[in-house]
């Protein structure tokens, strides 16, 4: 229930097409030169850290960039895991819809990163290590001093080390190549303990 409390409010609240789209994720990322010089000069575990925020950052970014249907049909298959059947209910859906949607999201999001991410093919020109620096130059991540701010989301676990590809603790350490197993293979959501309080109330003052 909280979770079609979550999207009937985004619906109510998102516009129709999303605020951002990948062009601007482009720009930001990667319109600067490589920067590995931040990289170099950080030590375990902090290295880990800031590489496992970009991609976890990037790939939220990514989902960002869809239309809100899709992006809440991609989110509870890939992030939240949940069955066709009980995804399309907590959607107000038909199953027929939300698998509409999904092939629509899976077909965008594989498109932008399949021919620039290192997480789908070490190949691709887009590497974290790299684009840490003009990450941190622009706010899309954070520096380890900083955290993150108060009633932030995180995606990431407290586990120690990250790992280059974010692929978990003992894991191979290995590019996944495949863009479900990627958002299959992050943490899974760490909201806010009250947020479902907040939800009700919300509603309730509607």
């Not at 902090?46 to 496992?52: A, G, H, K, P, S």
């Not at 027929?96 to 190949?123: F, Q, T, W």
């Not at 990431?156 to 280059?164: D, T």
């Amino acid at each position: 229930w909280l979770l079609g409390l979550a999207n009937a409010i985004l619906e109510q609240r998102l516009p129709r097409q999303p605020e951002v789209n990948f062009d601007i994720l482009d720009e930001t990322l990667r319109s600067e030169a490589t920067r590995t010089d931040v990289v170099r000069s950080l030590s375990d575990p902090d290295r880990d850290f800031l590489l496992w925020e970009l991609k976890q950052g990037c790939m939220t970014a990514v989902i960002n960039c869809l239309p809100p249907g899709e992006r809440a049909a991609f989110t509870v298959c890939h992030v939240l895991k949940l069955p066709d059947a009980a995804a399309a209910k907590a959607l107000a859906i038909t199953e027929s819809a939300y698998k509409v949607r999904l092939s629509r999201a899976r077909k965008k999001i594989g498109d932008y990163l399949a021919p620039r991410c290192e997480h789908v093919n070490p190949m691709n020109p887009c590497h974290c290590p790299a684009r840490v620096g003009t990450a941190l130059h622009k706010g899309f991540i954070k520096p380890v001093a900083i955290g993150r701010a108060p009633g932030e989301v995180s995606l990431r676990k407290a586990e120690i080390p990250y790992g280059r590809y974010g692929t978990g603790v003992g894991n191979e350490d290995a590019p996944m190549r495949d863009i479900a197993a990627i958002y299959g293979g992050l943490p899974e959501p760490d909201p806010p303990a009250d947020l479902g309080t907040k939800l009700v109330e919300h509603l309730a003052s509607r």
